[in-house]
């Protein structure tokens, strides 16, 4: 079981590129998100997923893209880059049941950095 | 608005003396509170909730509504327990509120 896997573990963008974070799980949970950690801020979440084909806006969705195609995937796209989303992203799991009320796994995180 | 906040950044204790990582949040509804801890190189991962009343790892918790406060105990903090620590709160909906983690460092 290799739990939450995200890709790439580190990333440099210039301002205007785009590019995607992956996500995927192998528990076969319902409920993804993702989540973006900032200095002084804690964790925000993005986007999440109740299950493929669904997807909601979190608290801070502004300039990022999600799909659930899959119950296992849930990439995260950055459509136009911006110094704004210089930040580590982390992606989690956990049964659809209360979403986030349950335990959430998370994945070791992505540290992207805008230029 | 829901809000955790965390007052210490950083905390520092000798091993085996007693550790407190406070937390206290905004709601008015009924909340339910979260620990998650992240040792180092390790993931973010769940170590307790208040609706589970358990002790993990020798941690407690104690919701306390009147104070609206969710404060981390250990009795005897040992250097495996160097770590950060974020307190979380769900509302209902589909989203966790997340303090902004304090970092605590058990001096050998």
């Known amino acids: 079981n290799a739990g939450v896997t995200q890709t790439p573990k580190f990333q440099v963008l210039k301002t205007g590129q785009s590019m995607t974070l992956q996500c995927a799980q192998d528990m076969n949970h319902e409920y993804m998100s993702w989540y973006r950690q900032d200095p002084g801020m804690g964790l925000r979440l993005i986007h999440y997923s109740v299950g493929a084909g669904i997807t909601d806006q979190g608290e801070v969705p502004n300039g990022y893209n999600v799909s659930r195609s899959t119950t296992e995937d849930f990439p995260l796209r950055l459509l136009s880059a911006a110094p704004s989303q210089t930040s580590v992203y982390f992606c989690?799991?956990?049964?659809?049941?209360?979403?986030?009320?349950?335990?959430?796994?998370f994945g070791p995180g992505t540290r992207l950095t805008v230029l | 608005a829901q809000r955790v906040t965390q007052p210490e950044k950083l905390l520092s204790v000798f091993k085996g003396a007693p550790v407190e990582l406070k937390c206290n949040y905004s709601?008015?509804?009924?909340?339910?509170l979260f620990w998650y801890v992240q040792y180092s190189r390790q993931r973010l991962q769940l170590l307790l909730r208040h609706i589970s009343r358990e002790s993990i790892k020798g941690f407690t918790a104690d919701l306390n509504k009147g104070e609206t406060s969710f404060h981390l105990k250990k009795p005897f903090a040992q250097e495996e327990d160097s770590a950060m620590y974020y307190c979380a709160l769900w509302t209902g909906a589909n989203n966790l509120f997340f303090g902004t983690g304090t970092r605590l460092t058990v001096i050998p």
């Open positions: 989690a799991s956990s049964e659809l049941a209360g979403g986030p009320r349950n335990e959430q796994f």
């Open positions: 709601y008015s509804g009924s909340p339910e």
